[in-house]
């Protein structure tokens, strides 16, 4: 499984990669209940299997799939938010 760095902020994961593991390439927690991968954080969030391009925020990510195959996302491009500014 790939979990590879594009900049600082934006990474490429194949859909099996550890929320753990990428929790910790990235240096911070990733809150996500009921899903251990990459891959079912997106199903999980959107409550159905994506097709390519399709975008979801969550857990202050910015995910896009790139790649779907055999019902699951094969690869996904990982983008950290800022942190929402308060007013």
């Given amino acids: 499984l790939t979990l590879k760095q ?3 902020d934006t990474w490429e994961a194949d859909g099996g990669v ?3 593991d990428l929790s910790e390439a990235l240096g911070r927690p990733i809150e ?3 899903c251990d991968t990459v891959n079912g954080i997106i199903f999980y969030t959107l409550g ?3 097709k390519e391009e399709t975008e979801v925020e969550v857990a202050g990510l910015q ?3 790139k790649d779907v195959q055999n019902h699951q996302v094969k690869t996904a491009i990982i983008k950290v938010l800022p942190p929402p500014t308060e007013e």
């Fill in 6 to 8: 594009l900049s600082d």
């Fill in 18 to 20: 550890l929320l753990e």
């Fill in 32 to 34: 996500a209940e009921d």
């Fill in 48 to 50: 159905y299997l994506p």
């Fill in 63 to 65: 995910i896009v799939v």
